[in-house]
Antibody, heavy 119, light 104 residues
Framework: EVQLLESGGGLVQPGGSLRLSCAAS????????MMWVRQAPGKGLEWVSS????????DYADSVKGRFTVSRDNSKSTLYLQMNSLRADDTAVYYC????????????WGLGTLVTVSS | EIVLTQSPGTLSLSPGERATLSCRAS???????LAWYQQKPGQAPRLLIY???SRADAIPARFSGSGSGTDFTLTISRLEPEDFALYYC?????FGGGTKVEIE
């Protein structure tokens, strides 16, 4: 059974940093691209970042470019999102998701971790 | 940058009725990368349809997808009580704004 378990969310002051982790199990983690998607309270889904499986090519939404860094450790089956210079509008539930390997459809999602940026 | 516009914003229907949800892209997109998701309150999204018309694992046959170019559609043939939820389309790394299917 595929499982994705996010951790690392919490309350942080504007300008602060957080590192999210996503522990994956139930599939060959190293064989699939992965992504982070967020959802602000009461709002829709926003793709944040992605990383491919073998070349580790990364991509970012303009809203987070230069502040967030995605990475993966295939030996630990873990995806990361380092978030720096956090702003109030980064407040959201952050989901880790597995890409289907065909396009960028996310066929499995974690339960999400809440990041709140507030003073 | 591709923008996906979903309509209507809210669809009010009764169980047993047919639901037709629209997703329009600001420019022609690859059908292979068009997906649909369902999201219920407090839950993560669930993949329904990928590559425009392929149902994901364990998705009931009442859900179907179609379209090409800039216009895509998710159809729920007969609404079940558990189908009342939010629906999002996605192309590659862009999501639409969502359509809420609510009980009339």
């Amino acid at each position: 059974e595929v499982q994705l378990l996010e951790s690392g969310g919490g309350l942080v002051q504007p300008g602060g940093s957080l590192r999210l982790s996503c522990a994956a199990s139930g599939f060959t983690f190293s064989a699939y691209p992965m992504m982070w998607v967020r959802q602000a309270p009461g709002k829709g889904l926003e793709w944040v970042s992605s990383i491919t499986d073998r070349t580790y090519t990364t991509d970012y939404a303009d809203s987070v470019k230069g502040r967030f860094t995605v990475s993966r450790d295939n030996s630990k089956s873990t995806l990361y999102l380092q978030m720096n210079s956090l702003r109030a509008d980064d407040t959201a539930v952050y989901y880790c998701a597995k890409a289907d390997g065909y396009g960028w459809a996310a066929d499995f999602w974690g339960l999400g971790t809440l990041v709140t940026v507030s003073s | 940058e591709i923008v996906l516009t979903q309509s209507p914003g809210t669809l009010s229907l009764s169980p047993g009725e047919r639901a037709t949800l629209s997703c329009r892209a600001s420019q022609s997109v690859t059908s292979d990368f068009l997906a649909w998701y369902q999201q219920k309150p407090g839950q993560a999204p669930r993949l329904l349809i990928y590559a425009t018309s392929s149902r994901a694992d364990a998705i009931p046959a009442r859900f179907s997808g179609s379209g090409s170019g800039t216009d895509f559609t998710l159809t729920i043939s007969r609404l079940e009580p558990e189908d009342f939820a939010l629906y999002y389309c996605q192309h590659s790394k862009t999501f639409g704004g969502g359509t809420k299917v609510e009980i009339e």
